[in-house]
T-cell receptor, first 116, second 112 residues
Framework: GAVVSQHPSWVICKSGTSVKIECRSL??????MFWYRQFPKQSLMLMAT?????????EQGVEKDKFLINHASLTLSTLTVTSAHPEDSSFYIC????????????FGEGSRLTVL | AQSVTQPDIHITVSEGASLELRCNYS??????LFWYVQSPGQGLQLLLK????DTLVQGIKGFEAEFKRSQSSFNLRKPSVHWSDAAEYFC??????????WGAGTKLIIKP
């Protein structure tokens, strides 16, 4: 299958700072990428869907000014958590889909954010 | 409301024993049904999916799942588990590949 990689795997930051998480498709062109948030012992929650070259579509209840998503190329999407606060601490996961894979989603390893 | 329930937070099974992970869902119509596995340090990987047709679906790594419409269930099974199957397993349902509602996951622990 295709490979999706996230960076960093974990990050610790101070409250009020911004953090950027990258999601890369390593061996295919990702026309669509998805960002999720996962709380401990809870299910994945879809945050937003991004298509290359377009603005991201955010799910209800997700603050677009807090979670900035950029999908500037067919192999890279970024999630920036702006002015992070402790309640933003979570596990963030991305997935990607591309042509030729029958709609299958390929997931990154996830990025754990801890805001102090 | 649409939801996915995985009743078991964690399950412990001896190596070589059979496995069944439960998944129940609440959805307006028959959705697409998925099982994913997440091994430590790795991304979620699709094990199998059901869209239509034969209700017994074969997946990778020797897993299978059976869709039972009357019970709104899509349980995952494996006849004989290996230590490498230790991971977290997620059931998901939705109207397509992308708009998924996820269960909270079941952590599988393998006893030697």
């Amino acid at each position: 299958g295709a490979v999706v990689s996230q960076h960093p795997s974990w990050v610790i930051c101070k409250s009020g700072t911004s953090v950027k998480i990258e999601c890369r498709s390593l061996d295919f062109q990702a026309t669509t990428m998805f960002w999720y948030r996962q709380f401990p012992k809870q299910s994945l929650m879809l945050m937003a869907t991004s298509n290359e070259g377009s603005k991201a579509t955010y799910e209800q209840g997700v603050e677009k000014d807090k979670f900035l998503i950029n999908h500037a190329s067919l192999t890279l999407s970024t999630l920036t958590v702006t002015s992070a606060h402790p309640e933003d601490s979570s596990f963030y996961i991305c997935s990607a889909s591309g042509q030729g894979y029958g709609g299958e989603l390929f997931f990154g390893e996830g990025s754990r954010l801890t805001v102090l | 409301a649409q939801s996915v329930t995985q009743p078991d937070i964690h399950i412990t099974v001896s190596e070589g024993a059979s496995l069944e992970l439960r998944c129940n869902y609440s959805y307006g119509a028959t959705p697409y049904l998925f099982w994913y596995v997440q091994s430590p340090g790795q991304g979620l990987q699709l094990l199998l999916k059901y869209f239509s047709g034969d209700t017994l679906v074969q997946g990778i790594k020797g897993f299978e799942a059976e869709f039972k419409r009357s019970q709104s269930s899509f349980n995952l099974r494996k006849p004989s588990v290996h230590w490498s199957d230790a991971a977290e397993y997620f059931c998901a349902v939705g109207p397509s590949n992308y708009q998924l509602i996820w269960g909270a996951g079941t952590k599988l622990i393998i006893k030697p």
